[in-house]
């Protein structure tokens, strides 16, 4: 996860704060209070760990758990009918791949699901297409947002000749105060970075979580091959200066077109840039209209 002029990642403070709240209240000593200290940082180190290494993934599950984040290849925390229309009312399996928090504190889950083709269907039961969400245990408790669509395998082709495939920004105050930009990466990623322009036109880092999808998650999930996912944040001004318009009005200010208002670059597991493409739009906006 990247964050701006290296400032502490937001997922790892608010990992190391919820964790010292929790252990203050078990303090009853100058002694246990540093102990208590070590313990956070030992715990931030661990989280540290889990955005960049497989074995330190599967070993942030329990902090995860401490912190109510749904554990990479474990059951999605919201619980409640996920209908995909013509695909089947349910899924047949609902696997975390990713998970973590917008800089506002709000948790995300990246989930992937198994789904039958048609709930009438006469073909095998193993003839599944696959959904990709995310989902905001915190908003309405509990919403799904079913934002990538719908595949026969996943990931999809598209990624195999794109790099990565990006959604247009999203904006729901109701799971988390600033703009999202999600996507799909191929296995050959190893980081994403966005960039957005402020009023003056000056680019800037958005905070980007990123994981790869491999192993024994991978394999719980469904997925064909090992792929990545990522979601940025940018700043809700944004919507006044960068986007096309900004819905926050009604109508909506519109805005000129800036082909280069965000860029997201790609980088291999050397840390050079692979793939690039810049872009502006809002494909979705959700929440209390503002009229």
């Not at 899924?91 to 989930?111: Q, W």
């Not at 036109?201 to 994981?211: E, L, N, S, T």
């Not at 809700?236 to 200066?241: D, F, I, R, S, V």
Request: hydrophobic share 35%.
């Amino acid at each position: 996860m990247r964050e701006p002029d290296e400032t502490q990642l937001p997922l790892v403070k608010s990992f190391g704060d919820d964790l010292e709240r929790a252990m203050a209240k078990r303090a009853g000593s100058l002694k246990r209070s540093r102990r208590r200290a070590v313990s956070v940082v030992g715990a931030a180190a661990l989280v540290g760990a889990s955005l960049l290494t497989s074995p330190g993934r599967a070993a942030s599950g329990a902090v995860g758990e401490w912190l109510g984040l749904g554990e990479p290849g474990g059951p999605p925390s919201v619980e409640g009918p996920r209908p995909r229309g013509g695909l089947g009312t349910e899924p047949t399996g609902s696997v975390v791949v990713a998970a973590g928090r917008a800089p506002d504190g709000a948790r995300y889950e990246f989930v992937l699901e198994r789904v039958a083709e048609s709930a009438k269907s006469d073909r095998a039961a193993a003839d599944f297409g696959q959904c990709l969400n995310i989902e905001w245990p915190d908003a309405r408790q509990g919403q799904i947002s079913p934002q990538f669509g719908c595949y026969p395998t996943f990931p999809p082709a598209v990624v195999d000749r794109s790099v990565v495939k990006r959604q247009g920004a999203m904006f729901d105050p109701s799971s988390t105060s600033q703009v999202q930009i999600a996507g799909i990466a191929r296995a050959d990623v190893s980081d994403v970075r966005i960039l957005y322009k402020d009023e003056r036109g000056a680019k800037h880092d958005a905070p980007v979580g990123f994981a790869g999808v491999t192993g024994a998650v991978r394999e719980r999930a469904g997925a064909d091959r090992p792929f990545g996912v990522f979601v940025g944040f940018l700043p809700q001004a944004w919507l006044g200066y960068g986007a096309l318009y900004d819905p926050r009005h009604c109508p909506p200010e519109e805005h000129p077109y800036n082909p280069a208002a965000i860029e997201v670059i790609a980088y291999d597991h050397e840390g050079e840039p692979i793939a690039r493409e810049a872009g502006n739009n809002i494909i979705s906006v959700s929440g209390r209209p503002p009229c």
